[in-house]
């Protein structure tokens, strides 16, 4: 699985914990929800600016945010 691929089942994954809409996180994100929807099925490369607003969001940190099972593999 790509890099891009697991950024974006992470973000689906914690946004789902959460309760909160793609539209919810790309408001507070301040990006368009349709971005939001490429973003968490893989299909567009983010930029570490872009994945801060997110996580911001999120209202989870980095650290957090890579700390699962899908970055921790060799």
Known sequence: MEIKQKVGLRIKELRALK????????????????FMTHIES???NISI???QRILTALE???QE?????E???P
Not at 65 to 69: D, E, G, L, Q
């Open 49 to 51: 600016e872009t994945l």
């Open 71 to 73: 970055f921790l593999k």
């Open 42 to 44: 893989g299909r567009r």
């Open 60 to 62: 989870i940190s980095f």
């Open 19 to 34: 309760n909160l809409s793609q539209e919810e996180v790309a408001n507070t994100a301040e990006m368009e929800r349709s």
């Open 65 to 69: 945010f890579f700390n699962s099972k």
